[in-house]
Nanobody
Framework: VQLQASGGGLVQAGDSLTLSCAAS????????VGWFRQASEKEREFVAG????????HYADSVKGRFTISRDNAKNTVYLTMTSLKPEDTAVYYC?????????????????WGQGTQVTVSS
């Protein structure tokens, strides 16, 4: 499966933004998907994950209550809706997929990665 992340941009603190992760290839509905982010000079960190059927979601504490992950398997797309954005949310955001996996929070649990999309939140 190939992943394409999009939707990043420059926003102000308090704004909302929705990222999309579009997948090509067959059987996308069998893949768990995670969103990760990497700020400048920091390690890649887990943001949110969703199971292959969409029944289970998992969030980092830093985004819980502000970010929502969802998926539309008919469109082969996973979304990350981000609200109440903060300057510390500034990072390159990546989506990743793991077939039949759980919404894991470790990068090594995912086999497929998309290119990143930059999110910049100004104060």
């Amino acid at each position: 499966v190939q992943l394409q992340a999009s939707g990043g941009g420059l926003v102000q603190a308090g704004d909302s933004l929705t990222l999309s992760c579009a997948a090509s290839g067959r059987a996308f509905a069998t893949y768990a998907v995670g969103w990760f982010r990497q700020a400048s000079e920091k390690e890649r960190e887990f943001v949110a994950g969703i199971s292959w059927a969409g029944a289970n979601t998992h969030y980092a504490d830093s985004v819980k209550g502000r970010f929502t992950i969802s998926r539309d398997n008919a469109k082969n797309t996973v979304y990350l809706t981000m609200t109440s954005l903060k300057p510390e949310d500034t990072a390159v955001y990546y989506c990743a997929a793991d077939q039949w996996g759980a919404p894991a929070n470790r990068p090594q649990d995912y086999d497929y990665w998309g290119q990143g999309t930059q999110v910049t939140v100004s104060s």
